[in-house]
């Protein structure tokens, strides 16, 4: 059973910086051998995709982050991270690890208002 967890949510000021965390265990291969994603959702809306780590390293990000978000993996501590810089109210959604394509986590809620 594959348990995917995130954290780091908060209530944060337009400008600010915030870091996700998502750790994942329970799974068959060794955690560097997964594709690892970050999505939201904000009310109301669809679930949309945020940056992408791949076994390589590779990133991939949604145009609408480019430049102000982060997103790394220590696969020493089956982690993967979203830095989040220059926040937005627009970047208010709840946040959603994704694992290897499939697994998802509960989420964590990133608020941006002053």
């Known amino acids: 059973q594959v348990q995917v967890a995130e954290s780091g949510g908060d209530l944060v000021q337009p400008g600010g910086s915030l870091r996700l965390s998502c750790t994942a265990s329970?799974?068959?291969?060794?955690?560097?051998?997964?594709?690892m994603a970050w999505y939201r959702q904000a009310p109301g809306k669809q679930r949309e995709f945020v940056a992408q780590?791949?076994?390589?390293?590779?990133?991939k990000y949604a145009d609408s982050v480019k430049g102000r978000f982060t997103i790394s993996r220590d696969n020493t501590k089956n982690m993967v991270y979203l830095q989040m810089n220059s926040l937005k109210p627009e970047d208010t959604s709840v946040y959603y690890c994704?694992?290897?394509?499939?697994?998802w986590g509960q989420g964590t809620q990133v608020t941006v208002s002053s």
């Open positions: 994704k694992v290897g394509g499939i697994w």
């Open positions: 329970g799974m068959e291969l060794r955690f560097s051998a997964y594709e």
């Open positions: 780590i791949r076994r390589a390293s590779n990133t």
